[in-house]
T-cell receptor, first 114, second 110 residues
Framework: DTAVSQTPKYLVTQMGNDKSIKCEQNLGHDTMYWYKQDSKKFLKIMFSYNNKELIINETVPNRFSPKSPDKAHLNLHINSLELGDSAVYFC?????????????FGEGSRLTVL | DAKTTQPNSMESNEEEPVHLPCNHSTISGTDYIHWYRQLPSQGPEYVIHGLTSNVNNRMASLAIAEDRKSSTLILHRATLRDAAVYYCVYAASNTGKLIFGQGTTLQVKP
């Protein structure tokens, strides 16, 4: 049973389109995250939710909108896709917001914008 | 945000110990130090974390300098499956953010 699962795994789309990535965790964790990994493998946090409440919102264009319908799900919607949005997006979860423990990552969703 | 600094790449021979260094001179006294590794086409995987004392688990050991300005991840006997990108990470205690370093690509030679 996959702890943190993301769909889709691959996404190829044209500039200007809108797309969503979904994430679910079955670990009973309170906190979920979206990270972006660029072509140089640099991992940067984008958003974090704790019990459906947004707690971290890094400097991300407002074309990116996260939504957490419940604490087991965190989705990422991206409007008006640009070439620079091409990256691998990782969802993660942790027991609580303090990050003194382990973060569990999904396998990633590779987004390619043409 | 403070940052962590790691060498871009390191090489090791199979069955030998590997010491992966990380500098984090600007983190605060309450920020935990984490290590994650990422195998090709997979998400990052937790390795170990600590605050002040040295830590051991089944995967690795973490040696934290007394002044907390640096730490070293120790793989006691490298195997080919340990070839990965190893990220030194700090957990900002005031925000809960995990801030990743640029990572060290570890090659393990048979």
């Amino acid at each position: 049973d996959t702890a943190v699962s993301q769909t889709p795994k691959y996404l190829v789309t044209q500039m200007g389109n809108d797309k969503s990535i979904k994430c679910e965790q079955n670990l009973g964790h309170d906190t979920m995250y979206w990270y972006k990994q660029d072509s140089k493998k640099f991992l940067k946090i984008m958003f974090s939710y704790n019990n459906k409440e947004l707690i971290i919102n890094e400097t991300v264009p407002n074309r990116f909108s996260p939504k957490s319908p419940d604490k087991a799900h965190l989705n990422l919607h991206i409007n008006s896709l640009e070439l620079g949005d091409s990256a691998v997006y990782f969802c993660a979860s942790s027991l609580d917001r303090l990050n003194t423990g382990e973060l569990f990552f999904g396998e990633g969703s590779r987004l390619t914008v043409l | 945000d403070a940052k962590t600094t790691q060498p871009n790449s390191m090489e090791s021979n199979e069955e030998e110990p590997v010491h992966l260094p990380c500098n984090h001179s600007t983190i605060s006294g309450t920020d935990y130090i984490h290590w994650y590794r990422q195998l090709p086409s997979q998400g990052p995987e937790y390795v170990i974390h600590g605050l002040t004392s040295n830590v051991n688990n089944r995967m690795a050991s973490l040696a934290i300098a007394e002044d907390r300005k640096s730490s070293t991840l120790i793989l006691h006997r490298a195997t080919l499956r340990d070839a990965a990108v190893y990220y030194c990470v700090y957990a900002a205690s005031n925000t809960g953010k995990l801030i990743f370093g640029q990572g060290t690509t570890l090659q393990v030679k048979p």
